[in-house]
């Protein structure tokens, strides 16, 4: 996650990540980027077996929801059930691909750097 998070320093003023359950078995990574215009982006991935867990929140300086991405099982309307994304601070539900950190990173990353 780290080595991911390093290619965007450009738009991060910092993050801290912390890694937690029993490797091999569930293995749990948290972290929190703060970017340079004071967003900030809650990272939750949750390893356990063939199961991959995801919660990616960018929200604003007033912790406003931005956009959320996450494979909570719970739109199983979406054609791309269970991967979908919240969009804006009512966190309106619409269909979307897998996504991972990078791809996160890469969509949040232009957005800062045209401010």
Not at 25 to 46: G, M, N, P, W
Request: proline residues 4%; contains cysteine.
């Amino acid at each position: 996650m780290k080595e991911i998070i390093e290619e965007f320093t450009s738009v991060i003023l910092r993050f801290t990540v912390h890694r937690e359950g029993i490797k091999g078995v569930k293995e749990i990574e948290r972290c929190q980027i703060i970017f340079i215009d004071a967003t900030r982006l809650v990272v939750y991935q949750s390893v356990q077996g063939t199961k991959f867990k995801y919660s990616y929140q960018w929200m604003d300086s007033e912790n406003r929801t931005l956009y959320r991405w996450d494979n909570t099982p719970h739109f199983p309307q979406f054609s791309t059930f269970p991967f979908h994304r919240h969009v804006g601070e009512f966190e309106i539900a619409e269909p979307f691909e897998q996504v991972d950190l990078k791809v996160v990173l890469e969509f949040i990353s232009p957005q800062l750097s045209a401010t």
